[in-house]
Every structure is written in structure tokens, then in C-alpha cells.
């Protein structure tokens, strides 16, 4: 699903070719704008002032320890050292008419149980009041939800704006809630491996962009670093190198961290094609491929079905997997499973046979396979749900109802993009959408806007179709791309996807709007120490530190 297409390098010539950036006007940023944009916002002129020394927030209903980090976190977030040190040089401006006073604390309200591990569709309401006129003088975030809590304080830490040593925030009343439940992003560790610190970084501005999943694909054809300790030899015989890989106590610091943001871990196990790492380590997994002449070529093709033991395998595994990545879903995978390797093999042609599978029909095989795959997924001591990629979908293989179907197709072919999604969502099945959000594809110039303007719910049917877009993933795949130069070939670019997943696509419709407000968002992800890379010839006050 990875390579580059040969479209992408035509245009990027014909780009080459002209002045390109020529015309783009110098953007002036807002100032204390929220990205994603909330729901619903009213802000006033009127300010109050926060000095960074006597600032706190204060627990004001509910407490719980996963609150109190959050809360020791945006301190750190809101006041970040470079600022003060950038500060000492500058005096804050005398107040205007519009300050009405000083702001020393934010309330805290979380209004129902303190959750500790975020699920699909759970709530992310918020509400933020700055001297809202039922109360004067006071700020508090309240929500039902610790997640909630958590995109109010992400929300709060971005409406100040620097004043010399001190900051100011405009008088506000927002309630937030995300149009989807599910916004996600897709890390590929087998083509590149991601060291934890780098996956830890991108965890903190997924959650700065309120994103809520962070989709693991952790292994594939090129390498298995995932450290099983049922099965040790597939990362002993798979990984790059014995220290290319992610022990259980790596994947517990990526959950936690994770947690610790409303983030979910998704972890994909891709089967029954992009397998070949795991062959090495576990004989008999992958199907023998023959030559024309009816002898073992030496190449594997995707997991043998007709191995029982394979089933063992894969069950003994995914229970492993499970009870260190305790979110319901496992992705399954399913994509581009090519037929010629099965075709070749006598032993699959006999087991076809057995099986009653017509000759010659290896979708129908497929078929087998993932409806195995998928009763022994809920069968597992955890009893996890599943998503798959579409061609498990496009293959014809009978799917429970609540298989969540992830379509990455046809990036340069919307109008069959819009017709997958029409297809898979009136045969009744959540849908995930990823085509338009493959951030790993780069372009010269300006190539945030596709981003932004694809919209999951744009396609023709039924109100009752669309509620079954359960969101969206931005996926950064790692052919081209590792630790020098994931943070910034992914953001701001995804901040484009997160705002199209949260905002309300009525508020959200002009890519010239949003332009003003990612040039701030931009330069408070660089203030924070993030490398997230220009939009477009500009400046930001944190270039200089
Ligand atoms: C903020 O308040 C909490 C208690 O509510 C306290 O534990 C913490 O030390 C305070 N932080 C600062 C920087 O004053
Ligand atoms: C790992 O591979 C070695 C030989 O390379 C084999 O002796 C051992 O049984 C394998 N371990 C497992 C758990 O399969
Ligand atoms: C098939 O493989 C065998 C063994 O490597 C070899 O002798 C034979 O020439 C191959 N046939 C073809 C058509 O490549
Ligand atoms: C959608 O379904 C129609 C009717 O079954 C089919 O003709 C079309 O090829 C499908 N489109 C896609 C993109 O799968």
C-alpha cells in the first residue's frame, strides 16, 4: 500500500517547473486561537492576566491521579522554560481598558467517575469558562470525563498569549465536543524502527491536536520487532537486530504514556500477506511457493491456511498481545494479500479441495482465513473486536456486524474512494478512513489543503450511513521516514486531519481561514521544543531560541 505513486512525481515536476512561491502572501498568526476549533466558542476583548509564578489549578469536584498529572503536565506545557528565557528580555505591554484583573487558579469539575484507560465512543465533552458573565473574575473546565478534562486543558493552555514575563487570556466561553470518536494515527516499526522517545513525542502532540488513537503497526514484511515472550524467536529471527525491538515493558511505557493523553493503542498484527519477517522465526507459518516446474522456489507467499497448527499459533500470540494491549480492538489487517504464492503450491490446491473451496477461487480461501482469524480474535481471554483493512471487505468475505472496516485506497482517485465508503457503510459496517491522510507522501509548496478538505462524510447516502464513519487516521508509513524526520514530515500536516476530525465541518470549510490559526498552532507546537516543520515562508518568536 506504500509506494510512491508515479502520479505524485509527475506533479512533482510540474511544480519544479514554475515560481512557486512566489505569491504567498506573508500570514499574520492569530493570537490565543484553539486548534482543532471548538464546537462552539465566544471570547470577548476583556482579559484577564496569569503570572506564571502563583498560577495553579485547583482540584474543584472530583479528583483522581491520572487529573493531578494532567494537571502538573499543562503547567509545564503553558509555561515552557524557552518563553521565560525569551521573556526576561521584553517587558509585558501596560494594560489596556479591557483587563479585568488577575487569574490565579482554574477549577477543575470533573463531574462523574475517574476513568483510567480510554474506549471507542467514550465521552470527550468539554467546557471552558474565563470570565464568563455568571461568573466574573474566574475560570474553571468542566467535564464528565477525565478526557474531557484533558481537552479542556489543552484548550486553555493555548488561549494564552505571551505578555512579557506574564501571559493574557481573553474572557471566553467554549463548549467542545469532537465530531468523531475515532482520530487516529497510524506509526509504521517494521519498515523503520521508531525508537520509544520518538513515539513518546509524537503521543504528546497527538494529544495537543486531540487526537485519540494511536494506531501501532508494528510489524510487517520487512522486520518483526515486537519481543514476544511465548514466541521469542520472531523478533530473535525477525527484528533488524536483537536491540531493534519493543519488549512488553516498551509497549506498557507506550500504553501509559498514552493513557496518560486519552489516547488508545491499537496494535496491528497484519496477516496473511505482509508476513515475511515472521517466517523466519516460525517455521511453517508462511506458505511455500513453488516454480512452474512444481519444485519449492525458496520465497514465501502469505500464511498457510492449510497448517492447523498455524491457528494455535496465531491464537497463543494474540493472547499475548491482548493482555499487554488492553484496548477492545485489535487490528487484524488483511491488505493485499497476493494469490500466486497459494496458486502455486500443491498443498494449498489439495487443502482447497479438502475444504470444499472451489479451485482455483483463493479470495474464497482468504475467506477462510479471515473468518478463522476473526472467531479466534473473540475468542480470546479478552474477547476483542477488530478492524481490517478494506480489501477484506472488497474480497467478499463475510464479516460480523461489528468489524470496523479501515479503507486506505485510491488516494488519487476520490470519487472511488467516495464510492468505498458508500459501498461499506451501506453494507451496515463502522467505517475508518484513511486514503486522503497518507502524511508520508510529501510535495513541494503548500500540501496541507488536500488534508484538510477531505471530509470522511462526503460521499452520497443515508443519514444512517454516515453515522457509521467512526472517524479517521492519518497514516505515516516507514519506508522514507524514521527518527530524523518523523516529527516534522508529520506535523503540522496531521494538525490539518486532527481539526477535520474534531471541528465542525460548517465552521471549518476554508483552508484560508485556517491558515492565520495553524501558523499560530504551528509556532506554539515549535515553542513547546517541537521540530513541527513551516507551512510557508513565515517567522515564529521561537525560531531564535
Ligand atoms: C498546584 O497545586 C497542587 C495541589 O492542588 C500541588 O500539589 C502542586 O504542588 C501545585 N503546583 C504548583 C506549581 O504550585
Ligand atoms: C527457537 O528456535 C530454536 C532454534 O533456532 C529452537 O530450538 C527453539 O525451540 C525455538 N523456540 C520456540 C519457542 O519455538
Ligand atoms: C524450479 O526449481 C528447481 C530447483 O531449484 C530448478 O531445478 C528448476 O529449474 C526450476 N524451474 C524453473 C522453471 O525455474
Ligand atoms: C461499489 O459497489 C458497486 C455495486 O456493487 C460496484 O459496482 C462498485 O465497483 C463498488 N465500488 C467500489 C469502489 O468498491
Redesign the pocket.
Known sequence: MLHLAAAAAVWLCLMMMGPVEADIPLVVPTKGSVWPKPQMQASEDTYLSISPETFNFTVANKDCPMLRSAMERYLKIMFPEQIKTRSRRHRGSPHSEHYRGDLKSVSLYLMAKCESMPYLHMDEHYEIKINSPDQPGVASIISPSIWGIMYGLESFSQLLVPDGDAYRVNSNQIMDYPRFSYRGFMIDTSRHFLPIPTILENLELMSMNKFNVLHWHIVDAPSFPYQSDVYPNLSAEGAWTELHIYTLADVATVVNYAAERGIRVIPEFDTPGHTTSWGFGQPGLLTECY???G?P??TYGPVDPSNEDNFDFLSKLFTEVTANFPDHFLHIGGDEVPFDCWESSPKINEFMKEEGIPAGDYAALEDYYITRLIELVGDLPTKNGHLVWQEVFDNGVQLPSDTVVHIWKDRDDMDKVKLELANVTAAGFQTLLSSCWYIQVIHYGIDWYPFYECDPQDFEGTDAQKSLIVGGEACMWGEYVDKTNFIPRAWPRASAVGERLWSNPEDTKSTDEATPRLEEHRCRLLARGYNAEPLWPSYCDADIV
Open positions: 516454480n512452474s516446474s519444485v522456489d525458496g
